[in-house]
């Protein structure tokens, strides 16, 4: 038996709220003229043609201001928007004289504008455009590329999400009723049930924080970051590499969810935002695995692992 479709592909309303159902990526489009005139538009109708040769295209409103820069520069570039830059979707979404302005970014074949910090960039040849209706369609043929391999940014029904793995592809180790005497001696090992219980929690918890568009030291960081700390400080609350921190401390600066004071730094309002979300995350992780203790229970772990906290 067939569903007869149902009808109001006429109404612009519902064929809009159909198609959103299609949870897609949200990229920034970058082009620069031949007379230097540097224009960006949000588009989520980026997808990729062919690996061979490299193809991949998208759209662009006919009636879009814009459209006479990228029909005239010989490249364009695709900048894949991570998750943590939603102000910098809206930015490039609103009409604005100049939506570069204070915007990081270098410059790529023909002076095309690329963004940093993004989960991904193309820069791209102006390979064909064809008529679609209201849009134009343009492929490009990709002639350079950078994969930071930071969580993307996802819109799906007029709403910005996140990239979760999914919860029924997680590979769930099967438990083993034989226990061995090395197994019973590790069993009672509290370094070991620590690094195990790390381990088990981090399991759960870093997809969800890695979605955000944060690495694992920027998340720390604006943690620990509340009432703001010297460097020395930070170093020790985050327990991280030199490197790592310094790397962290120069990308959030550059995000401006952190300023700096000497050597004092401390979190933007955009960077409250971000940590009250962390804290969020975190509280909902520790609700799902410590949901089947009771307060007393619960208690007693935090005393215990702050009195091995204080002895370092």
Known sequence: MHTKPSAGVDDPRLLRRALGNFATGVTVMTACSPDGQKVGITANSFN?????????????????????????????????????????????????????????????????????????????????????????????????????GRAPLLYHQGSYAMALPHSLQRKKEAPSNACSTLQKRLYNNIYYLLT?????????????????????????????????????????????PEREVEQAVAMLLRKELISQEGQHYQLTHQGSLQAEALHDLAEQ?????????????????????????RQR
Not at 197 to 217: D, E, F, K, M
């Open 196 to 240: 195990q219980a790390v381990r088990t929690y981090q399991h759960h918890y870093q997809p969800r924080q890695l979605a955000t568009g944060l690495s694992t030291s920027e998340a720390r960081m604006l943690l620990v970051l509340e009432n703001g700390l010297d460097l020395t400080a930070l170093h020790a609350e985050v327990n991280l």
């Open 285 to 309: 992780q520790q609700q799902e695995l410590l949901g089947h203790l009771d307060e007393e229970q619960i208690s007693v772990l935090k005393k215990v692992l702050q009195g091995i906290i």
């Open 48 to 148: 990729s043609v062919s690996l061979d040769p490299p193809l991949i295209l998208w759209s662009i409103d006919k009636r879009s201001g814009s459209y006479p820069v990228f029909a005239s520069a010989s490249h364009f570039a695709v900048n894949i928007l991570a998750a943590d830059q939603i102000s910098l979707s809206n930015r490039f979404a609103r009409p604005s004289d100049d939506r570069f302005a204070g915007v990081a970014h270098t410059q790529g074949a023909s002076g095309t504008p690329l963004l940093e910090d993004c989960a991904a960039r193309f820069v791209c040849e102006r390979h064909a455009m064809h008529d679609g209706g209201d849009h134009w369609i343009m492929l490009g043929k990709v002639v350079a590329l950078d994969d930071f």
